[in-house]
Structure formats: C-alpha cells, structure tokens
C-alpha cells in the first residue's frame, strides 16, 4: 500500500530525537528500516537539506532546516512530491509551536513528545485524504525538487549503516539549511534593552528594600514588593523576546506590556507621575522592538 508508516522530527547538529508518530510496525524490513533513519539522523549535518534513501520497499526521506529534521518512512511506491509535502508541512508546525532555544536545549530524546499528536493528525490527512487537501502547495514543493533536486541515497549504502558508528563519513556536500534567525539588532533596540535593563534594575533594588521592610513590621506592603518584583521579572523577558524568537511573541508581549502598566499605576504614590510614564515609555518602545523584529528567513509558504 502506497503509504507514510513512520515520521519523527530530529535535531540536526546530533541527531537526537525531538517528537516521533507513535504507531510501530513490527515487521522485518521496517525495523531494518528504523535502524538505518536512525543512523542517518546522526549525519544530517553532512548531507543537502533535502534527501531520499531509496529501499526495494521502503524509502526514508529527510527534510533539514535550521536547527531541525524531519524524516519519514514512507513505501517506495509513495510520491516523492507528496513526501516532501508531508515533510515541508511537519516542520512549520513544529518550528511554529517551538522556538530555537528550548530545542538546543533539548537534552533527553524525546523531549517534545506532546508534538506526536500533530505528527499522526497530518500524517492521517496524507495518507487517507486527496492531495487537494494538502496545505503544502504540490506546485511549490515540485518546482523546487525540480531546480534543487533531493540527494539520492541506497538504504544499502554501507556509510548509512555505519553512520553511527563512524561518524558517517559519506561523500556528499555539506549545505547549510536556512535558520530561524532573527533580523539584525538596530540601534533603537538596543537603546531598548538598556532602557528595559535600568528599568528592571529599578524595580529589583525598589523591591528589595521594600520587602526588608515589610517583612520586619506588618506585611502591610506586600502588594507593593510584588509590583515591583513583576516589572523586574517583565523587564527580564521583554529582553528575551527581543533578543531571541518565540512561538506566540505578540501574545507574550502584550500580557507584559499590560503587566507592566497596571503594576506602575498600582504603586502610584511610591511612584510619581513623571516616574510611571517613564516606566509605561520603556514598556512602549521595547514592545513596538519586540514586534517589528521578524525573522530573518521567511517561512515556507504552507497556504496558512
């Protein structure tokens, strides 16, 4: 049957295992199979970003970008385009729903296991429902095999079956995949994370010898430590959106932006007016940074 049996996403520099579809086949050839995408997901890093293994019955195709893989098992009968449909479309959802960091992070397989259940969702659309259904363009996807064509591989290939063991020294090019990085830091930004630094600096000492002395009488202005304490800790993290990509970055800095407000009108009288607006003011400035700062490479066209 003319089908997707396996998927997992995998990160590319070691090749460990980040999500994977949980259904297992437990015949003789797909387990021979697993064991050789497992050793060619050690040596993605050598290899183009996109490339086929082709088998007698079954084919393994990989798709790289940045700092992440995906792979699948598919029969060898399965289209090649509708493949790297499948696989174009696992990576944005997994790139939408992580972010770089927590992924070099990542230090045990398995780390993003919850992702298993949009892995078998698209997997499912794939493999039972028309290619019309697919939001990967079938156009897109055959215009650039046919200009970039995928790397052909042999399941056979004694350095695929060594690749764990060798280091997988296979004589094929190196080409980095695009990373999600972010656009160059401006000089208005920067004049926002020193702003947002001073501001957070502010909050923690104010917060500190507030508690000291709340704390030795009658805990009377707890409220108050906290809304210092909040500012500090929503200063930290408005740098961190700036500085480095996230999943739902408009949401998070609008809860801090907001954060940040409410706390400064509440310690109205701690704090003057002049003192708020300048606060409020950083808040503003490192907001509109965070959100005018996109990523660098634009994402694959998924019709979403």
């Known amino acids: 049957m003319s089908m997707i049996f396996f998927a997992c996403v995998v990160r590319v520099r070691d090749g460990l295992p980040l999500s994977a579809s949980t259904d297992f086949h437990f015949n003789q050839d797909f387990l021979e199979c697993r064991k050789k995408l497992k050793a060619l997901s050690s040596v993605l890093a050598r290899y183009p970003s996109r490339g086929t293994a082709k088998g007698r019955d079954l084919s393994i195709h990989f798709l790289s970008s940045g700092e992440i893989a995906c792979m699948a098992i598919c029969s060898s009968s399965y289209s090649t385009i509708m493949a790297f449909c499948f696989l174009e479309e696992l990576q944005w959802a997994f790139a939408a729903s992580y972010d770089t960091t927590s992924i070099n992070l990542a230090s045990r397989p398995y780390a993003f296991l919850e992702f298993d259940n949009a892995i078998q969702k698209v997997k ?63 000089p208005l930004g920067i004049l926002s994370l020193v702003l947002n630094i001073m501001c957070g600096a ?68 701690l704090r003057n007016l002049w003192q708020i607006a300048f606060h409020i003011g950083v808040a503003s400035l490192s907001s509109y940074q965070i959100l005018t700062r996109q990523l660098m490479e634009k994402q694959p066209d998924c019709g979403v």
Not at 241 to 261: A, P
Request: hydrophobic share 40%; net charge neutral.
């Open 202 to 269: 502010l909050n923690l000492i104010r917060g500190v010898h507030l508690a000291e002395h709340s704390f030795q009488e009658d805990y009377e202005g707890i409220g108050n430590v906290v809304a210092f304490f909040l500012p500090f800790l929503a200063c930290v993290f408005q740098c961190y959106l700036y500085l480095y990509y996230s999943s739902t970055r408009k949401v998070k800095t609008f809860v801090l932006f907001f954060s940040v407000c409410l706390c400064n009108i509440y310690l109205y009288g």
């Open 124 to 186: 499912h659309r794939f493999n039972y429902m028309s290619g019309s259904a697919t939001k990967v363009s079938w156009e897109k996807v055959e215009e650039e095999l046919r200009l970039q064509p995928p790397v052909q591989l042999k399941l056979e290939d004694a350095e695929l079956m060594n690749g764990m063991a060798n280091g997988g020294h296979a004589g094929v090019h190196v080409e980095v995949a695009p990373a999600y990085r972010m656009q160059r830091v401006t």
